[in-house]
């Protein structure tokens, strides 16, 4: 596969000005699905009796402290690269933050026993580089939960969903953040990003076997698993 190349730059700067609004603007536009999405991410977690969990691109810390209820005895840390995204999360209450670029990641090898990202590798400049450097901070064993948009495979909802989202979610989420580019690129970044099967393919290419895809919401969303080689 083409490695991706996306401007670090653009997206840190899009999601620094968002930041203060991306909670309530995400349950707004998801119609509140992503509390859903996030449970079945953790559901899927719990079987893996996690101790030590890194949720790269962290963002406001909504998945990483989802974890930390269902797992109040772990270890959780939140990763990401967009300071004011951090401060959010400090404040939601998240305790262990790192500012950290998903493709560099500061910690040493085999570190962790899950890693997760929700809804942050579509946006980084490498996913392959970005998913290698997760398989790096992982145990021998261990688990990677990867949560993020898709595009529905079902003839009927796709060309509704892609005139939704480029036509009418951009002018809401603009109303609401004042940043109605940060939702057209939202809208191009899901276009681009793999799912399915050529998603586990990619992750298997990265240090990791057994990869499993999981759609919901008519294909919207997809979690991905995998266990590190």
């Known amino acids: 596969m083409e490695i991706h190349k996306e401007n670090p730059e653009l997206v840190r700067g899009l999601f620094s ?11 707004l536009l998801s119609g509140g699905l992503d509390f859903y999405w996030r449970a079945i991410a953790v559901r899927l977690i719990r079987p893996w009796h996690p101790t030590a969990v890194l949720d790269v691109a962290t963002g406001s810390g909504d998945l990483a402290m989802a974890i930390g209820k269902a797992n109040p005895k772990a270890r959780i840390v939140g990763a990401d690269f967009c300071r004011p995204m951090l401060e959010v999360a400090r404040k939601n209450g998240l305790p262990e933050l790192v500012e950290a670029d998903g493709m560099n990641l500061p910690f040493a090898d085999a570190n962790f026993d899950v890693v997760t990202a929700a809804f942050g590798l579509r946006n980084m400049a490498s996913w392959e580089k970005a998913l290698s450097e997760m398989a790096r901070v992982l145990k021998p064993g261990g688990h990677l939960l990867i949560l993020d948009f898709s595009l529905p495979t079902l003839p009927v909802i796709r060309p509704l969903y892609r005139f939704y989202l480029h036509h009418i979610l951009p002018h809401i989420a603009g109303i609401l953040t004042n940043r109605k580019d940060a939702y057209e690129y939202l809208g191009v970044s899901i ?34 698993t995998a266990e590190r080689s």
């Open 17 to 27: 000005d968002i930041a203060g609004r991306y909670q309530v603007v995400n349950h």
């Open 191 to 224: 276009e681009q990003f793999p799912s399915g099967i050529k998603m586990t393919s990619l992750i298997e290419s990265c240090g990791f076997k057994g990869a499993k895809a999981y759609p919901l919401t008519l294909g919207t969303v997809s979690i991905y």
